[in-house]
T-cell receptor
Framework: QKEVEQDPGPLSVPEGAIVSLNCTYSNSAFQYFMWYRQYSRKGPELLMYTYSSGNKEDGRFTAQVDKSSKYISLFIRDSQPSDSATYLCAIIQGAQKLVFGQGTRLTINP | DAGVTQSPTHLIKTRGQHVTLRCSPI?????VSWYQQVLGQGPQFIFQYYEKEERGRGNFPDRFSARQFPNYSSELNVNALLLGDSALYLC?????????????FGEGSRLTVL
């Protein structure tokens, strides 16, 4: 079983829609959860990170962690064409490395 | 302020050759990590260096090696290249060895092995 699993999509939605991106993870010991955004031919950039359970909001973005079901989510409200990118969930394993999901390719259609 | 810079941005090699990729971290960052991203996949951890010492190694063969210099820049070396080494190689820097996911990535070096 992979440590982090993510539906690769692709996911295509109209502008203004609410987008839900999801990952599952295998080890209940994981504490830090991240979402990265990667535009085509660019490096990933950190969007948000959360510690343990609960929600964290930043503008149009909300990250949610449900430790009981080992499920992490990213919601994008009022989606814009500029949000079109690949979204990567990640967890920290030990003190040395991030373990990424496969990434979900998202397209927002004007 | 300059972000993480990597060179070269693109390169083409043939099987069996050797490649060296270079990375300059953000000023003040002492930790550098390397990741491999195969097309359509998430990045996979290769190495982490902190204060010029290897602090973590992923599940990669010994053909992969790295080092960090006194100015905190880093090199990733790959020997005896295989077709499967074709990927985007990402360098990331952070202030300290323990990071809360706040890794800052460069734009990567895209390696094609023919």
């Amino acid at each position: 079983q992979k440590e982090v699993e993510q539906d690769p999509g692709p996911l295509s939605v109209p502008e203004g829609a609410i987008v839900s991106l999801n990952c599952t993870y295998s080890n209940s010991a994981f504490q830090y959860f991240m979402w990265y955004r990667q535009y085509s031919r660019k490096g990933p950039e950190l969007l948000m990170y959360t510690y343990s359970s609960g929600n964290k909001e930043d503008g149009r973005f909300t990250a949610q962690v449900d430790k009981s079901s080992k499920y992490i989510s990213l919601f994008i409200r009022d989606s814009q064409p500029s949000d079109s990118a690949t979204y990567l969930c990640a967890i920290i394993q030990g003190a040395q490395k991030l373990v990424f999901g496969q990434g979900t390719r998202l397209t927002i259609n004007p | 302020d300059a972000g993480v810079t990597q060179s070269p941005t693109h390169l083409i090699k043939t099987r069996g050759q050797h490649v060296t990729l270079r990375c300059s971290p953000i000023s003040g960052h002492k930790s550098v990590s390397w990741y491999q991203q195969v097309l359509g996949q998430g990045p996979q951890f290769i190495f982490q260096y902190y204060e010029k010492e290897e602090r973590g190694r992923g599940n990669f063969p010994d053909r992969f090696s790295a080092r960090q210099f006194p100015n905190y820049s880093s090199e990733l070396n790959v020997n005896a290249l295989l077709l499967g080494d074709s990927a985007l190689y990402l360098c990331a820097s952070s202030l300290a060895i323990w990071n809360t996911g706040e890794l800052f990535f460069g734009e990567g070096s895209r390696l094609t092995v023919l």
